[in-house]
């Protein structure tokens, strides 16, 4: 049996445990926003990780897709799964526009180029009051699949821990395809890419797109599952936040992100308790990774154990 196919039942067997054995409301709803956060940080790794293009902004998206699944039910009447395709759908648009102009930047043009589109989506959805509720937020309705609504934490792991699970198998899937090796050869040399007929342009703007959609869908899948947005979804900070869980996980590991989600969605509740210090602490734990793990945690365990992903 391949080792990804390994890979993938040990996550499905531990998802299917975990609901069984948290001790309480509070870790299934910490389980929940790590299932969430690893969802993201699966598309964005394979941005970043395997194809080498850095993005600062990526918050932006999941603010936009939270949005779209509180203004369109909302103020519209949409149902909540239309409204969800609706915000991907946009996004995929806006991320296919601004793909191309922004991709023939490099190095600090292109992080700052992201980080610039993430600061004006957030700007948006604090500006337009109106529609979005400006800093205060809004509240999202209800979720409905086929007649029922989901509304206990229990309810929600189950689709969050599906998603997952589809998420890493198509992940791995994509990685092992031509579109993934080209993506890794896009890394490695994008003259070498173009001398052996890989179009540069069309991969970087599909994975970035794609990336986008992915963050897009769990923004709203998040916005109902908390029943609130606020700007905050769509913050600078929460981009470095998952760039960071990209980072120590491990780059062009689909289980390193696993990995850089649940201990960084788990590490500052875990900090709590140093009241005023949790700041540092939790830098001081970051600078402890990246001195030590360079490469990640999954990809260093990984090459010291003569395994691969």
Do not use: C
Not at 104 to 117: D, E, F, I, P, W
Not at 203 to 213: H, L, P, R
Not at 238 to 243: A, R, T
């Amino acid at each position: 049996m391949k080792s990804t196919t390994i890979g993938i039942l040990v996550v499905a067997a531990i998802l299917v445990v975990l609901p069984f054995v948290a001790p309480n409301a509070y870790y299934l709803d910490l389980t929940v926003r790590m299932a969430i956060n690893a969802i993201i940080v699966l598309g964005l790794n394979l941005l970043i990780g395997f194809a080498g293009q850095i993005s600062l902004g990526h918050a932006g998206f999941l603010g936009i897709g939270a949005y779209a699944s509180a203004v369109l039910p909302t103020h519209f009447g949409w149902h909540p799964l239309v409204a969800m395709g609706a915000g991907a759908a946009a996004t995929a648009v806006l991320a296919g526009l601004v793909a191309r102009p922004i991709f023939k930047l490099k190095g600090h043009y292109l992080a700052m180029a992201t980080l610039g589109l993430g600061i004006i989506i957030n700007i948006a959805l604090r500006n337009e009051a109106q529609w979005t509720g400006g800093p205060d937020g809004m509240p999202v309705p209800a979720m409905g699949l086929f007649g029922f609504e989901l509304s206990t934490d229990r309810q929600w792991y189950w689709v969050v821990a599906a998603l997952l699970v589809i998420s890493v198998w198509a992940s791995l899937n994509l990685i092992d395809s031509p579109f993934g090796r080209a993506l890794r050869a896009l890394h490695g040399s994008e003259v070498a890419s173009q001398v052996v007929g890989v179009d540069v342009v069309r991969y970087k703007v599909a994975i970035f797109v794609m990336s986008a959609v992915f963050a897009s869908l769990m923004g709203s899948v998040t916005a109902h599952y908390i029943g609130f947005v606020s700007p905050n979804f769509a913050d600078f900070f929460h981009s470095i936040e998952l760039v960071t869980m990209v980072v120590v996980g491990g780059m062009a590991s689909v289980f390193g992100s696993l990995v850089g989600a649940v201990l960084l969605t788990a590490l500052p509740q875990a900090l709590a308790t140093f009241e005023g210090w949790e700041t540092v602490v939790f830098g001081a734990i970051l600078m402890g990774f990246m001195i030590f793990l360079p490469k990640g945690i999954v990809p260093t365990l990984a090459a010291k154990f003569g395994k691969g992903d």
